[in-house]
């Protein structure tokens, strides 16, 4: 499956400084009801004042709310704004674009 969006209107300077996060599920479109607390592994991969691109192997869909927990002071609210599947054939791997909020 191909990107979901474009990235090609970016105009801010990405760091390429890889980490990883834990990605806190706030409001999952899919599952409504779903009321356990979620967190996601997953490893930045790019970043911006505005976002990041995250690698992970959860395809959380395009409009879920998260906040990205870099250690357990430091947080950030974004929204999944889209998803690429980097071995298509495969699809195990994902990578999330995240606009912060």
Do not use: C, W
């Not at 356990?36 to 869909?61: H, M, Q, R, W």
């Amino acid at each position: 499956m191909a990107s979901q969006n474009s990235q090609s209107n970016r105009h801010e300077e990405r760091n390429p400084l890889r980490f990883f996060v834990k990605l806190r599920i706030l409001e999952d479109k899919k599952n409504q009801e779903n009321k356990k607390e979620e967190l996601v592994d997953a490893l930045v991969s790019d970043s911006s004042e505005n976002g990041a691109g995250v690698f992970t192997y959860s395809p959380l869909p395009i409009g879920t709310k998260v906040e990205v927990m870099m250690d357990d002071k430091s947080s950030i609210v974004g929204e999944v704004v889209n998803r690429d599947y980097l071995f298509p054939d495969d699809g195990d791997i994902i990578r999330l674009g995240i606009h912060y909020l």
